[in-house]
């Protein structure tokens, strides 16, 4: 595993995000459909913060990335040109670094817009900067976690529609479990919770930065992406 | 330099590669024949580190596959089957993506990319996009990439497949001017292809070897029959088969009448030519042509392969 090889990788894959229509896509979708629901209840509320729009970026974020991310794999596997990659002179842990990296930067430069509300908002009333620090933070370990699944999820199939529907599912229900807690058996709540995206991302948005919650979003990271590297092995 | 040892695999319950073993010499160009499904990509898979054995291994120059795959993947250049390279990339691009994953050091990259643009003859696409080039320019890509790190060892799955004639001439000299210098392993069920370019043959079946030799010796020892035509004139057909009757050893016959001659096809264990001409001689039979046939690689690959 080198960093060189790494970077190769990650390279090509980000400037093939933007060569097809398909990320301008994403990226449009994703900004309007925040900016629309987020300032939908600003102005009625009339509060300088930015609390509704970091409830809304998990689920919002639970259905973009997979769709940023479901082609890394399945595309390689359905062309073949999979066979060309893994038999340059890279391990296959190169692959999924350089893969992962990519979908993550391309996860961030989404958000990256959305960075003018809050410029925006502080020139409307005393914004505290502070839930709002937190919450970029979180966005960014949200990302990771989030394209941490849509890489494992695209590595299980060729069908890129097949990787989108198993990476958002599994988002989607690391987002709401959060919220369904009432309707479950009380013994299970506290690891439930503690199995929630959601849950661990709102902590860092108040704020506060705790390190279970930063624990909670690296070993999401490394266990999926580990995943994804036993499936690669299995597969050959 | 390659050493295939005892390598099985399975895919599943479908054994694919069995108990299979040869060494290929520095420096040879050598074709895998074989029917599809007979375990030539999958052996090439395991080679270039695509797929793992189930048992057995592959030692390339002393290294062992299994161990140290990057070391083994260095000095091999390979293109897959049907040439699967990204779709989306402009040919420059793409190449230079090789070049950099090859650890071709930057300042050397273009100069690296002018050279495999000429040697296989890439200049008019260079700047145009994979998907909308032909087959054959696909293919000589993918040969480009192959080559990128000037690599000891060369391996090719079915270079030649979906080319035109023209096209498969062309990939052909390529891979003989590589070859004087270069290790090559291409695989093909083309056997006139094998019997162009190749020094040894490795006829593969149901994952074993069936056949293994230069075209040469393949042709004159596989089989042990051999093969004589005969064209005849004022000659009847029954004629000759009670003439015929009299020989042992005599295999198969055809005959095909056009006109007032006949041609006659025999394969026999033994020659026969000797004994028959001078029956011949008896009859009042005009002998147009007489002549002993070799086997050609068509031939002995069904026989080898016929069981499937």
Not at chain 2, 91 to 114: H, P, S, T
């Amino acid at each position: 595993m080198t960093a060189r090889s790494i970077a190769i990788i990650y390279k090509r894959e980000f400037k093939t995000f933007f060569t097809s229509p398909g990320a301008y896509i994403i990226i449009s979708l994703f900004l309007i459909i925040t900016g629309w629901f987020f300032f939908a209840s600003f102005f009625l509320e009339g509060r300088a913060d930015m609390r509704n729009f970091f409830a809304l970026l998990p689920i919002i974020f639970a259905f973009s990335i997979p769709a940023v991310a479901m082609r890394l794999f399945s595309e390689e596997f359905k062309s073949g040109s999979f066979e060309i990659l893994k038999t340059l002179p890279v391990t296959e842990l190169d692959i999924i670094a350089g893969k992962y990296l990519a979908s993550l930067l391309f996860a961030l430069i989404m958000l990256a817009p959305t960075l003018v509300y809050p410029v925006f908002i502080s020139t409307l009333g005393d914004l505290d900067w502070g839930p709002v620090v937190g919450g970029y933070i979180g966005a960014v370990f949200l990302a990771g976690a989030f394209s941490a699944i849509g890489v494992f999820a695209s590595s299980t199939t060729k069908n890129q529609v097949v990787a989108f529907i198993i990476s958002a599912s599994i988002c989607f229900f690391l987002t709401v479990i959060n919220q369904s807690l009432v309707f479950l058996p009380s013994f299970l709540t506290g690891f439930l919770q503690y199995l929630s995206t959601s849950y661990h991302f709102s902590n860092v948005a108040k704020g506060i930065i705790d390190s279970r919650d930063i624990i909670y979003f690296l070993t999401l990271i490394f266990l999926t992406l580990y995943a994804t590297y036993l499936i690669n092995k299995e597969r050959s | 330099m390659v050493q295939i040892k005892e390598l099985t695999r399975y895919y599943g319950q479908t054994c694919a590669v069995d108990n299979l073993n040869f060494e290929i010499p520095k420096g040879q160009i050598l074709g895998l024949l074989g029917p599809n499904g007979a375990g030539k990509t999958t052996t090439l898979r395991i080679l270039t580190g695509y797929l793992q054995p189930t048992s057995g291994t592959i030692y390339v120059d002393g290294i062992d596959v299994k161990e140290d795959p990057l070391a083994v993947k260095k000095m091999i250049g390979y293109l897959p089957e049907s040439s699967p390279i990204y779709p989306d990339m402009i040919v420059f691009d793409y190449l230079l993506f090789i070049a950099e994953m090859r650890g071709i050091e930057k300042d050397r990259q273009i100069n690296r990319i002018k050279e495999l643009a000429e040697i296989c003859s890439l200049k008019e696409v260079m700047h145009k996009t994979v998907m909308n080039l032909s087959k054959g320019y696909k293919q000589r890509v993918g040969l480009a990439l192959a080559l990128m790190s000037d690599p000891d060892i060369l391996v090719l799955d079915e270079p030649t497949s979906g080319l035109d004639p023209n096209q498969i001439v062309e990939i052909r000299s390529i891979i003989k001017e590589i070859g004087k210098t270069k290790t090559i392993i291409f695989s093909t069920h083309i056997l006139s292809e094998a019997e162009a370019t190749c020094d040894r043959v490795v006829i593969i079946n149901n994952g074993a070897i069936a056949a293994d030799g230069s075209t040469e010796v393949l042709k004159t020892s596989e089989g042990g029959t051999s093969l004589v035509s005969l064209t005849l004139q004022n000659a009847d057909k029954d004629d000759i088969a009670a003439v015929l009757k009299g020989f042992t050893g005599i295999k198969e016959t055809s005959y095909n009448k056009s006109g007032d001659t006949l041609e006659v096809k025999l394969s026999c264990a033994e020659d026969i030519r000797a004994a028959l001409y001078s029956e011949i001689k008896k009859k009042d039979w005009i002998l147009l042509e007489f002549k002993q046939e070799r086997k050609s690689l068509e031939h002995i690959f069904r026989e080898l392969t016929k069981d499937n």
